[in-house]
């Protein structure tokens, strides 16, 4: 934690290279702020500097509701929708899309399947669907190379619904199906 000099100093000046690195709380009011907050600075006497905004809520402040001291950088809120792509990408790796639906996926996340269908357009490039779809055919090759696997305990396993539809996928992907990808037998 900075000492309370360089804290107060910044704090005077909103300066932004400080803000996410200290929290401002006013013993008067009850609320903590940014140090890049526009309200009219409170007294020196009044102010006791916080290193996060977890600690400050422990110390029974509240947030103010001008600077929004929970989107400060290094925030999940600070990064925006990219914590949500993330969060919903990490689900995709964890199969969420091989058994349930896109909707079921927006619902877990706290939004609507279009928003999702939006985000994952801007930040990604393709739709939910497709990244799993890449997902499966991706861990389906590994498995064909790496193992000696049945072609339909491979599609199981990576998550395909039925043999059809992974020889479907695999070939759209290679222009060729899997089984011309197994090593033969020495």
């Not at 005077?12 to 803000?19: E, G, H, I, T, V």
């Amino acid at each position: 934690m900075l000492d309370f000099d360089t804290c107060n100093a910044a704090r005077m000046r909103r300066d932004p290279a400080y803000d996410g690195a200290f929290f401002t709380a006013v013993r008067t009011t009850g609320i903590y702020c940014r140090p890049v907050c526009p309200v009219r600075p409170p007294l020196t006497k009044n102010v006791s500097f916080f290193p996060s905004a977890a600690s400050a809520e422990r110390a029974g402040y509240r947030p103010c509701l001008r600077c929004r001291p929970e989107t400060a950088p290094f925030s999940p809120a600070w990064n925006g929708t990219r914590t949500t792509v993330a969060r919903a990408l990490r689900l995709i790796e964890d199969g969420a899309l091989d058994t349930g639906t896109v909707a079921e996926l927006a619902t877990r996340l706290g939004i609507g399947p279009r928003h999702l269908a939006r985000l994952f357009a801007e930040q990604v490039g393709a739709s939910p669907v497709q990244v799993a779809q890449t997902r499966r055919v991706q861990h389906a090759k590994r498995l064909l190379n790496d193992s000696d696997l049945p072609m339909t305990e491979i599609a199981s396993r990576a998550g395909f619904g039925s043999l059809r539809r992974f020889n479907a996928a695999f070939s759209a992907l290679y222009g060729r199906p899997p089984s011309s990808l197994r090593k033969p037998a020495p």
